[in-house]
């Protein structure tokens, strides 16, 4: 049994069914040798760019459940989630992944990795270099690293709706060819490519989710076009003005909380290695579509009328240019198939984004 920064337990327990005999399964990665794949006790998760917004998120529920002991790392210092349970179970590494940091934060004891790091949409396509170095070159160097380390890995990378491009269908179902009209959305899909082609050949078990916009955020608005959809919002509700860079309420976008978001990633570490073909890794987590005055709608309900008052509408040409490549609309039955979930309402987004601030 290899030793790494924290012990699986070595009961030899048969792999999953599904898992026997498949290309995918004959990769020997740590949990692979003692035949404990997808074991739901003792996981050891690796999660990049974990001083972020999802990061944070997915450590703090990760770290209320003794079952997960996570590496977090980041370039700035990722702080271990206050309040959770078990917060002995982190250990925090500060790490650049464009300058060599993948070798300081990969063990060879992986079970799981979820990859967050990256520069958004915005930023990326400000800073084309800045863009190209994190959410390519760090990832290729990541994949590298855990092919030569622990291969076979179980990897979970963060895609976006960001891929695709027009032209587009009214509904973007999984036959749909990304066409990004965005450097973020054309790094995502190099990763994307990456990850499949990692998986094809055992390097990793890859899975790509192309996550909807995830609102409503906390914290301050991000360097993504898509940082109004929680601004509109969270400064509301702070008593803050926001800035809606359109001019049209019936714009519509592709929303996921993150509450279900979180439980989609966490459900991403049990499917069955071949629940998606071995080439063809990504999977469209499950939105919902709501218009600009739809938001305003579920502000004015959960917050009250008077919060309204805080949103000013202002185009930003650069940013509405981002926003109308995006699709709108997605066939989700591919993911809620394999037992993903999706939002009831983003009345009840804003709800949870309310009842956290009393936290
Ligand atoms: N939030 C969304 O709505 C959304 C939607 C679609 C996809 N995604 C993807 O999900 C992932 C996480 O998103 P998020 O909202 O938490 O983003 P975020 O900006 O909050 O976090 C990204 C983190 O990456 C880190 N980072 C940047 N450069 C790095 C480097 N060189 N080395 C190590 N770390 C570095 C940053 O410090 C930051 O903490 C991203 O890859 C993003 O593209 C997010």
Known sequence: MQQGLFEHDARPLEPPEQLRGSAIAESPCASMEEGLLLRPADMHVLITGAAGFIGQLLAKELLNDSTYKLILTDIVNPPIPAGVKYPENAKAITADLVQGGCEAVVESTLDAVYAFHGIMSSGSEANFELGMTVNVDATHALLETLRKKCPGVRVIYSSSQAVYGQPLPKVVTDDV????????????????????????????????????????????????????????????????????????RSFESWICSPRILVQNLILTLSLPADAVPPHIRQINVPGICVTIQEMMDALGKVGGKEKLAFLKEQEDPVIKKILHSWPTRFDNSQALRLGFVRDDSFEQAVQDFKDSLQQ
């Open 177 to 248: 060819i990304p066409t990004p009209e965005s450097s973020y959305g054309a790094e995502k899909i190099i990763c994307e490519t990456l990850v499949n082609d990692y998986t094809r050949r055992g390097f990793i078990t890859g899975f790509t989710l192309r996550f909807p916009t995830i609102a409503v955020r906390p914290g301050k608005p991000s360097a993504a076009a898509s940082s109004f959809l929680s601004s509109m919002i969270r400064e509301p509700l702070n008593g803050e003005l926001a800035i809606i860079p359109l001019e049209d």
